[in-house]
């Protein structure tokens, strides 16, 4: 069965540092993978995706991801953290399941001034 | 801008009432998805749809049931509240396999 794991489940960073969260999955085809944010009190916002072709994706909000299918891991990096980025991050990956999404436990980003 | 809307955003109800969360979008996707979620941990998925008249359980076992008689809304109900049932509810929905799945704001659920 497909799974996700976010390692960190607490991450702070100074605001203007550079970011980088973690996701491995397990999945034995080819994955269809998802990172969503999170504000407080709101739904889940696409932050970006790869579902194949190059494994450098880039999104929104200046976040982009690297697909390593060698460690079985789909990182999300930001180069310079702004203060309203942070939120709950969360990574998915495509399920059997009617094409939902199987999703880890989600990283809380901190930003500090 | 997806367009996926949830009612109530937030609902406190007493223990043995009926409920009902409606969602509802104006995309056209034939797929639709309700999640569950705790505070602090990840997204359940307890249904989905395919389409008009199609249902099917999802991976975490719930006592709420759904239908889909329109494609544009997937009501979820439960028929007696209980307080293990207080959690937010997102729903979401997709076009086909590989295209994006959207969500909407969800419902707060507070069972006294």
């Known amino acids: 069965a497909q799974s996700v794991t976010q390692p960190d489940i607490h991450i702070t960073v100074s605001e203007g540092a550079s970011l980088e969260l973690r996701c491995n999955y397990s999945y034995g085809a080819t994955p269809y993978l998802f990172w969503y944010v999170q504000s407080p009190g709101q739904g889940l916002q696409l932050l970006l995706k790869?579902?194949?072709?190059?494994?450098l994706v880039q999104g929104i909000k200046g976040f982009e991801a690297e697909f390593k299918r060698s460690q079985s891991s789909f990182n999300l990096r930001k180069p310079s953290v702004h203060w309203s980025d942070a939120a709950e991050y969360f990574c998915a990956v495509g399920s059997n399941s009617g094409y939902a999404l199987n999703f880890g436990k989600g990283t809380s980003l901190l930003v500090t001034p | 801008e997806a367009d996926i809307y949830q009612t109530p955003r937030y609902l406190v109800i007493g223990t043995g009432k009926k409920i009902t969360l409606e969602c509802s979008q104006t995309?056209?996707?034939?797929?639709m998805y309700w999640y569950q979620q705790d505070p602090g941990m990840e997204l359940h998925l307890i249904h989905y749809s395919y389409g008009v008249n199609s249902t099917e359980k999802g991976d975490l076992s719930s006592e709420s049931t759904v239908s889909r008689i329109r494609t544009e809304h997937f009501p979820l109900t439960l028929e007696s509240a209980r307080p293990s049932h207080t959690s937010q509810y997102l729903c979401?929905?997709?076009?086909?396999?590989?295209?994006?799945?959207?969500f909407g704001p969800g419902t707060r659920l507070l069972v006294l």
């Open positions: 995309m056209g996707h034939d797929k």
């Open positions: 790869y579902f194949s072709g190059d494994t």
């Open positions: 979401a929905s997709r076009l086909g396999g590989a295209e994006t799945q959207y």
